[in-house]
């Protein structure tokens, strides 16, 4: 991703998807050392602008730089969009990457996870958890999980080069993403 000193996030970025992220991010505005943005609606440059700017320890968001990408991936499972739609937005997505006008959040956190049904548990759960199983983090729609949620984010490796695994997301297939190199797998 092309940040260079001046514009990468110098904070602990976390996206917030999932049920009633509304409600959650507002819960979060009293919590000491975090900015709580409301993103969703804002353009991916936008988003990473203001990202960016924060100084605090952790800012956390609705903006969901993979938003396109998941929907299409959901659509191709679905059978309601083809491979090339996927293709598509993986490649505007790639770009945005590299001209530094979209961030990768350090962790996401899925809210409701049990509410989250079919093919979409699949891609929060199963193919964007697979790349990096530490930086997907499920959690309790409530405010008391998600700052119980914030205080004990794991250490673990960055996320890998999204131009290094995003092109081949089609794939990470529902029901059998995370099970090849399995003892056991089919």
Do not use: C, K
Request: negative net charge; aromatic residues 6%.
């Amino acid at each position: 991703m092309a940040h260079n000193a001046d514009t990468a996030p110098r904070s602990t970025v976390v996206a917030l998807v999932g049920a009633d992220s509304d409600e959650l991010l507002t819960g979060l505005a009293d919590v000491p050392a975090l900015v709580a943005l409301s993103l969703r609606e804002a353009e991916p440059a936008v988003a990473a602008h203001l990202v960016a700017s924060v100084s605090m320890p952790y800012v956390v968001h609705d903006a969901d730089p993979l938003e396109h990408v998941a929907s299409a991936w959901v659509e191709l499972y679905e059978e309601r969009a083809t491979l090339g739609s996927l293709e598509a937005e993986v490649g505007a997505l790639l770009s945005l990457f590299a001209s530094g006008e979209a961030v990768m959040p350090d962790y996401y956190v899925v809210a409701g996870p049990e509410a989250i049904e079919g093919t979409w548990r699949h891609w929060w759960l199963g193919a964007l958890a697979h790349h990096a199983p530490s930086r997907v983090l499920p959690v309790e729609a409530s405010g008391t999980a998600l700052r119980a949620r914030l205080r004990s984010l794991p250490a673990s490796r960055p996320w890998p080069e999204p131009e290094a695994w995003l092109p081949r997301v089609h794939f990470d297939i529902p029901d059998r993403v995370g099970l090849r190199d399995q003892p056991g797998a089919a």
